[in-house]
């Protein structure tokens, strides 16, 4: 989603920083540039004019101009100003001390608000919690069964009562319910409207006041630009809601709803939807999410998501067989499929510091995911032997591999030819030789690389 955001930002904070020296036209040129970045993508223009003018004063004062790296003082400044104007350090949710936490989810319809309780089930029960989901939107049809579905798919009971009763019944059932099976969170799935009216919120009041949730999070539809921000806007002028979840934010829209909401409505961005997977979701901290915007990278989230799916018995031998040069196709097999179960390629890579640019370099921006499905084919279409030492795959063996994964004797080729560079890359690993980016993207190049599409 800040693809482009992100390319405009630190193309201009490329050109701060390799000026030596910075004057105040300097700084004026930049902020009119992030000005212009921010506007493009659909950033609310007041908060625009607010940001660009916080980061001027500060990068005017303080004597940044004159001191010995300004490029670089100028880029802590954009980092911990877009932080800031993102919520800062995050929020967590308010936790009952005892007896049963109750989160309601509010929003309108078609926010993906229904597979959203689904998913912040999974995650919490990923933290240890036995989460439980409540089925009370009555309105729109269809919506119980949905829940059922998503909330078989995370692996949490969903209490339901079908679409008779009222909403404040069911959620006053399903909480005496999660109470008498000890269930530490319950998730209230309420109506949603195609606008705000008199008649939904009028439900969420009631709900709400049986309930007394100890969070209300409001659901909104990244992908709707300012649209998303306005439905905030409206939903805080006519009842008080906790924080945010966003929806989508794997698309192709331009950011401006996770820019601009915790600034136009003082709540803040508490999870994110990255993914279309029950597991894609995940707490929305702005910090790293400005690293990752400016092209730093998020390596905190990234190690999170790999102790998420890793086994340390596993990580400590293939430490091993890396550092005694015997990585063979088998151990990338595992590892390919590990590192998919982190999340979209993209995604991953983007947590890097300065891969963005480098994979950007190889062909292209954003990798397809279907070249890693036929990656897979070719090597179960190998014998152990021929994975173990692909240096014997010669011309009858390619031939064979490929009709076994319904792919060409090219790709097979390429496929070898890839993983001998890569394992010059881990030797290099291996002897304390830290390759950069740059270089990683130019052994991909030479190798053929894998396929991109733009």
Same mark, same amino acid.
């Given at each position: 989603?800040?693809?482009?955001?992100?390319?405009?930002?630190?193309?201009?904070?490329?050109?701060?920083?390799? %000026?030596?020296?910075?004057?105040?036209?300097?700084?004026?040129?930049?902020?009119?540039?992030? %000005?212009?970045?921010?506007?493009?993508?659909?950033?609310?223009?007041?908060?625009?004019?607010?940001?660009?003018?916080?980061?001027?004063?500060?990068?005017?004062?303080?004597?940044?101009?004159?001191?010995?790296?300004?490029?670089?003082?100028?880029?802590?400044?954009?980092?911990?100003?877009?932080?800031?104007?993102?919520?800062?350090?995050?929020?967590?949710?308010?936790?009952?001390?005892?007896?049963?936490?109750?989160?309601?989810?509010?929003?309108?319809?078609?926010?993906?608000?229904?597979?959203?309780?689904?998913?912040?089930?999974?995650?919490?029960?990923?933290?240890?919690?036995?989460?439980?989901?409540?089925?009370?939107?009555?309105?729109?049809?269809?919506?119980?069964?949905?829940?059922?579905?998503?909330?078989?798919?995370?692996?949490?009971?969903?209490?339901?009562?079908?679409?008779?009763?009222?909403?404040?019944?069911?959620?006053?059932?399903?909480?005496?319910?999660?109470?008498?099976?000890?269930?530490?969170?319950?998730?209230?799935?309420?109506?949603?409207?195609?606008?705000?009216?008199?008649?939904?919120?009028?439900?969420?009041?009631?709900?709400?006041?049986?309930?007394?949730?100890?969070?209300?999070?409001?659901?909104?539809?990244?992908?709707?630009?300012?649209?998303?921000?306005?439905?905030?806007?409206?939903?805080?002028?006519?009842?008080?809601?906790?924080?945010?979840?966003?929806?989508?934010?794997?698309?192709?829209?331009?950011?401006?709803?996770?820019?601009?909401?915790?600034?136009?409505?003082?709540?803040?961005?508490?999870?994110?939807?990255?993914?279309?997977?029950?597991?894609?979701?995940?707490?929305?901290?702005?910090?790293?999410?400005?690293?990752?915007?400016?092209?730093?990278?998020?390596?905190?989230?990234?190690?999170?998501?790999?102790?998420?799916?890793?086994?340390?018995?596993?990580?400590?031998?293939?430490?091993?067989?890396?550092?005694?040069?015997?990585?063979?196709?088998?151990?990338?097999?595992?590892?390919?499929?590990?590192?998919?179960?982190?999340?979209?390629?993209?995604?991953?890579?983007?947590?890097?510091?300065?891969?963005?640019?480098?994979?950007?370099?190889?062909?292209?921006?954003?990798?397809?995911?279907?070249?890693?499905?036929?990656?897979?084919?070719?090597?179960?279409?190998?014998?152990?032997?021929?994975?173990?030492?692909?240096?014997?795959?010669?011309?009858? %063996?390619?031939?064979?591999?490929?009709?076994?994964?319904?792919?060409?004797?090219?790709?097979?080729?390429?496929?070898?030819?890839?993983?001998?560079?890569?394992?010059?890359?881990?030797?290099?690993?291996?002897?304390?030789?830290?390759?950069?980016?740059?270089?990683?993207?130019?052994?991909?190049?030479?190798?053929?690389?894998?396929?991109?599409?733009?």
């Amino acid at each position: 989603m800040f693809d482009q955001l992100s390319d405009r930002l630190q193309s201009t904070l490329s050109e701060v920083r390799s %000026r030596g020296k910075l004057s105040e036209a300097d700084v004026d040129r930049a902020m009119r540039e992030i %000005r212009l970045a921010l506007l493009e993508a659909d950033v609310n223009f007041k908060v625009v004019k607010s940001f660009t003018a916080d980061v001027k004063e500060r990068c005017l004062g303080a004597g940044v101009l004159d001191s010995l790296d300004p490029g670089q003082q100028v880029v802590k400044i954009v980092n911990e100003e877009l932080a800031k104007l993102m919520g800062g350090a995050g929020r967590d949710l308010a936790f009952a001390s005892s007896g049963t936490t109750t989160i309601l989810m509010a929003g309108l319809q078609g926010s993906g608000k229904t597979t959203a309780c689904a998913k912040l089930a999974k995650h919490l029960a990923k933290d240890g919690h036995t989460p439980a989901l409540a089925a009370c939107d009555t309105q729109r049809p269809a919506a119980v069964e949905q829940l059922v579905t998503v909330g078989k798919r995370a692996g949490v009971p969903v209490y339901q009562k079908g679409t008779d009763p009222d909403p404040v019944e069911i959620a006053e059932w399903a909480l005496n319910r999660a109470r008498a099976e000890q269930r530490d969170v319950l998730i209230i799935d309420t109506a949603g409207r195609l606008h705000i009216d008199e008649e939904l919120m009028d439900e969420l009041a009631r709900v709400k006041k049986t309930i007394k949730p100890h969070d209300v999070l409001l659901v909104l539809d990244s992908m709707t630009g300012q649209d998303a921000v306005n439905v905030a806007d409206e939903f805080a002028e006519r009842t008080d809601f906790d924080g945010v979840v966003l929806t989508k934010l794997d698309g192709d829209a331009r950011g401006g709803a996770a820019l601009s909401v915790r600034a136009v409505t003082g709540k803040p961005v508490m999870y994110a939807s990255t993914g279309e997977r029950i597991e894609e979701l995940e707490r929305f901290q702005p910090e790293r999410m400005a690293s990752r915007i400016l092209g730093m990278g998020d390596v905190l989230s990234l190690i999170e998501k790999a102790e998420e799916v890793s086994d340390r018995d596993q990580a400590e031998e293939l430490e091993r067989k890396i550092r005694k040069q015997q990585f063979t196709l088998e151990d990338f097999l595992q590892q390919m499929r590990q590192v998919r179960r982190m999340g979209p390629l993209s995604n991953v890579l983007g947590m890097l510091p300065g891969m963005g640019g480098a994979m950007k370099q190889i062909r292209g921006a954003n990798m397809d995911e279907r070249e890693l499905d036929r990656l897979e084919a070719i090597i179960l279409s190998m014998t152990p032997q021929e994975r173990n030492h692909p240096g014997i795959i010669k011309g009858s %063996r390619r031939k064979r591999i490929a009709r076994g994964a319904g792919t060409t004797v090219q790709a097979v080729n390429q496929l070898v030819k890839q993983f001998g560079q890569m394992q010059k890359l881990m030797k290099q690993l291996a002897e304390g030789r830290m390759p950069s980016p740059e270089q990683i993207a130019r052994s991909a190049s030479r190798s053929g690389g894998p396929r991109f599409t733009r």
